[in-house]
T-cell receptor, first 118, second 115 residues
Framework: GENVEQHPSTLSVQEGDSAVIKCTYSDSASNYFPWYKQELGKRPQLIIDIRSNVGEKKDQRIAVTLNKTAKHFSLHITETQPEDSAVYFCAARAFFMYSGGGADGLTFGKGTHLIIQP | EPEVTQTPSHQVTQMGQEVILRCVPISNHLYFYWYRQILGQKVEFLVSFYNNEISEKSEIFDDQFSVERPDGSNFTLKIRSTKLEDSAMYFC?????????????FGNGTRLTVT
């Protein structure tokens, strides 16, 4: 099965600086890579995702890059703000259209606790 | 914006007891999931459900677990005989379809405490 490794486990940056979180995956069949933000005691919320047919995707201050050859993908947050403080999880899975249309579960990384220092 | 809703928000039970965690997925969604998160750890996939049957289950989802969609709106996770190590936050999630353009939506979770 898929195995997702995520680093670092904790990241502290000054407000306004950039933050980068990195993940590697093991299953070369994985083709979908979402990132979730989880605030304390709340649900994981999707912030950005990337498919394997593109190498980079950007949404305002957030970007994700994917290197399929090396099997790693990264989350980049620029101009960090206090409200960016949270735990961020990367995930991976292979999307296939089975005969029944079933969809497999995501494999998550262990999470990165991002701390934005004022 | 429609949300996945879960009840109860917190469930305390004694070891060996049965618990049922309830979820109402987003109404037009077709794929349903249960994930769990032990305190301070990563989110782990338990089971996916489509067309009234299990699509996939993880190694965690052993014989003590079962899922059911008893009617057109609810999706339940039953743990038959709870163990201390079942203590975790359980998240229900749903997706509209199986394509790339159907993101996964999580509920707020049920915190299960087994004493």
């Amino acid at each position: 099965g898929e195995n997702v490794e995520q680093h670092p486990s904790t990241l502290s940056v000054q407000e306004g600086d950039s933050a980068v979180i990195k993940c590697t995956y093991s299953d070369s069949a994985s083709n979908y890579f979402p990132w979730y933000k989880q605030e304390l005691g709340k649900r994981p919320q999707l912030i950005i995702d990337i498919r394997s047919n593109v190498g980079e995707k950007k949404d305002q201050r957030i970007a994700v890059t994917l290197n399929k050859t090396a099997k790693h993908f990264s989350l980049h947050i620029t101009e960090t703000q206090p409200e960016d403080s949270a735990v961020y999880f990367c995930a991976a899975r292979a999307f296939f259209m089975y005969s029944g249309g079933g969809a497999d579960g995501l494999t998550f990384g262990k999470g990165t606790h991002l701390i934005i220092q004022p | 914006e429609p949300e996945v809703t879960q009840t109860p928000s917190h469930q305390v039970t004694q070891m060996g007891q049965e618990v049922i965690l309830r979820c109402v997925p987003i109404s037009n969604h077709l794929y349903f999931y249960w994930y769990r998160q032990i305190l301070g750890q990563k989110v782990e996939f338990l089971v996916s459900f489509y067309n009234n049957e299990i699509s996939e289950k993880s190694e965690i989802f052993d014989d003590q677990f079962s899922v059911e969609r008893p009617d057109g709106s609810n999706f339940t996770l039953k743990i038959r005989s709870t163990k201390l190590e079942d203590s975790a936050m359980y998240f229900c999630a749903s997706r509209a379809g199986s394509s790339y353009n159907s993101p996964l939506h999580f509920g707020n979770g049920t915190r299960l405490t087994v004493t």
